[in-house]
Nanobody, 122 residues
Framework: VQLQASGGGLVQAGGSLRLSCAASGLTFNNYAMGWFRQAPGKEREFVAAVSGSGDKTFYADSVKGRFTISRDNAKNTVYLQMNSLKPEDTAVYYC????????????????WGQGTLVTVSS
């Protein structure tokens, strides 16, 4: 299984970025997909998750109303649209795949991508 995250970069506060995560080696629609992030010196935290069919989503309170997770099962890809970015959103963002139920717990996820760096300047 491979998860390839992309789309990170440097953006000013208030700007937008869209992250993508392309999956291979798994039956994509059997997996819930999540985005997590880890800022320097901090623990990894949950950001958003979407069910295998795409009909259910969860968001961390810190990103609700600003971030949107979606997936295209025909392309084996999950997206994270990030709007109204804040400096505190600066982190390495990881995508992950969970064969079980939709969850916010990183411990439940079976496969992880390599991460993509998002830097938001003030």
């Amino acid at each position: 299984v491979q998860l390839q995250a992309s789309g990170g970069g440097l953006v000013q506060a208030g700007g937008s970025l869209r992250l993508s995560c392309a999956a291979s080696g798994l039956t994509f629609n059997n997996y819930a997909m999540g985005w997590f992030r880890q800022a320097p010196g901090k623990e990894r935290e949950f950001v958003a998750a979407v069910s295998g069919s795409g009909d259910k989503t969860f968001y961390a309170d810190s990103v609700k109303g600003r971030f949107t997770i979606s997936r295209d099962n025909a392309k084996n890809t999950v997206y994270l649209q990030m709007n109204s970015l804040k400096p505190e959103d600066t982190a390495v963002y990881y995508c992950a795949a969970d064969r079980g139920i939709l969850t916010t717990s990183g411990r439940s996820y079976d496969h992880w991508g390599q991460g993509t760096l998002v830097t938001v300047s003030s």
